[in-house]
């Protein structure tokens, strides 16, 4: 287990990490630690993109490359305005 740290954010987002931990019977800790282990970083995204492409049997060319990128940006998009 990793040692604990503090992170420092508004008042009102440790409100709102408190009601939803509440809410989902954990601890903003767990609760972060759920969110940091489902979201994929930029690198693990390329990687994806790259093993989807193969198994495809799709050439991943710069094309193909941003293609993936702009329809992430839509997705997360759409995800902020839910």
């Not at 489902?38 to 198994?55: G, I, N, V, W, Y």
Request: charged content about 40%; aromatic content about 2%.
């Amino acid at each position: 287990m990793s040692k604990p740290t503090s992170i420092k954010t508004s008042e009102d987002v440790r409100d709102r990490l408190r009601i939803l931990a509440e809410e989902r019977g954990t601890t903003i800790t767990e609760l972060l630690e759920d969110l940091a282990g489902r979201e994929l970083t930029e690198a693990e995204r390329e990687q994806r993109a790259l093993d989807a492409a193969r198994e495809l049997g799709i050439e991943y060319t710069e094309q193909v490359q941003k293609t993936g990128q702009d329809a992430w940006a839509k997705i997360r998009a759409h995800q902020d305005a839910a």
